[in-house]
């Protein structure tokens, strides 16, 4: 099975990059969606971050508040660097064990979606790296619209990563977003048919 990081700006198109290789039989995981479950109470992560920052990141509930958190962290690079190391070590534990849960169903692909994958040093947990890139513009709108944010709220959240650039430079292959959501679904296929060939 191999495993590949798929990562890119906010906003590129690496959760479409996913959804198209889960339907030619890749297992995938959504580091967004570990990141959410950590954060619920009792989990490892949700003390990590009480640990780190207080209890007044928590709501009524005491789960996480995300807007309280990204209030803090968000334009603080200090901050920022406090909850990484705060959160990202059990994340990766959690990416570890779903590798090993798609490699028991024979898969022959598991897919890590993460636009930090590279920040993390979670490059380590996987054979490749894919890059999805698109303009700028194009991903500030898109998070724009999809997360109701401004601008300047999408930027700061990019400039806390590193650049389409760097992480391309990076990538063992790149895919380009810069058409359709069709033209986006023939690229992941022919680059699919590079590594796998016609046999999965």
Known sequence: MLKIGI???IGS??????KIMASLGAAVIFADEISRRIYEPGDPGHQAVVD??????LDEDERI?????AAIVFGDDAERKRLE???????AAVVEDKFAAAEAEDRPAAV???A??????????????WAVTTSEDSSVERVRRRDGLTGDQVRARMAAQLTAEEKAA???????????LEELEESVREVWQEVFGDGS
Request: proline share 2%.
């Open 85 to 91: 190391q705060a959160v990202w070590p059990v994340m």
């Open 170 to 180: 990076r990538a063992d292959r790149v895919i380009v977003n810069d058409g359709t």
């Open 116 to 129: 930090v994958l590279l920040e993390a040093g979670w490059e380590q947990l996987v054979d490749e790296v």
């Open 7 to 9: 990562t890119g700006v």
């Open 65 to 69: 508040d995300r807007a309280a958190l």
């Open 112 to 114: 890590l979606e993460a």
């Open 52 to 57: 780190t920052f207080g209890e007044d990141v």
């Open 13 to 18: 198109g690496k959760a479409e990059v996913a």
